[in-house]
């Protein structure tokens, strides 16, 4: 055999050995690191998940009034919210500091605290507790003193229903795209007790503008 084959044959089995080797090591686990390698202490995770159970999540309204509410505002002056004004859901609003008149716009109660003069009304439909327990699990917060109360449907106070004024309400013009489950929702189904007749009502007393 001629020294040129001879050598040929040589490259070719390292090749093979050289190829089986190299194989069998890419085919192994490889070992990354987890966090970067500069670091020569860890760190504690910063993300956090969590999920919101607060007694605001019970709310069905988002109005432009503080925390969301529709305040009713009693025979009482508040500020500069006399007291002849009262006994309404509009008509008092604030600068930041103090309670002022502003007549036809929704109450936002600038102290946020219910109180004697300041009624909060955070639900729409009035299926709450009867003061037995035996429905309180229609809805999470019940009446209480001053608080938690629904706002009656009747067309007087119809822009509660209404998108226009509640960020919180059913909008007809948009699109609402199934969950990710694909467990698609029937409005009506599920909202049995909501008054189809006042759906568009929204009086000019309780226009926000």
């Not at 103090?98 to 929704?106: E, M, P, T």
């Not at 009624?119 to 299926?127: C, M, R, S, T």
Request: glycine share 10%; proline share 6%; aromatic share 10%.
């Amino acid at each position: 055999m001629d020294s040129r084959r001879s050598n040929k044959l040589t490259f070719c089995v390292g090749a093979l050995v050289a190829l089986a080797t190299g194989t069998s090591s890419w085919a192994a686990e490889l070992d990354l690191a987890n966090s970067p390698v500069f670091l020569t202490q860890g760190v504690e995770p910063n993300f956090i998940m969590a999920i919101d159970d607060s007694g605001s999540m019970d709310y069905e309204v988002l109005l432009p009034g503080n925390d969301g509410a529709a305040w009713w505002r009693t025979k009482n002056a508040s500020g500069s919210c006399t007291a002849a004004t009262g006994g309404t859901f509009v008509g008092c609003i604030s600068d930041g500091t103090n309670d002022l008149v502003s007549a036809g716009r929704l109450n936002f109660n600038n102290g946020g605290s219910e109180s004697a003069t300041w009624k909060k009304y955070i639900h729409l439909f009035p299926n709450g507790t009867d003061g037995l327990g035996e429905d309180s699990s229609r809805r999470r917060l019940a009446d209480g003193t001053h608080q938690y109360y629904a706002i009656p449907p009747i067309p007087a106070y119809g822009w509660a229903r209404s998108p226009e004024h509640n960020a919180a309400y059913f909008d007809p013009t948009e699109t609402y795209d199934p969950w990710v489950s694909g467990a698609a929702i029937r409005l009506r189904t599920c909202h049995r007790q909501m008054p189809g007749s006042i759906l568009s009502t929204a009086p000019a007393q309780a226009r926000t503008s």
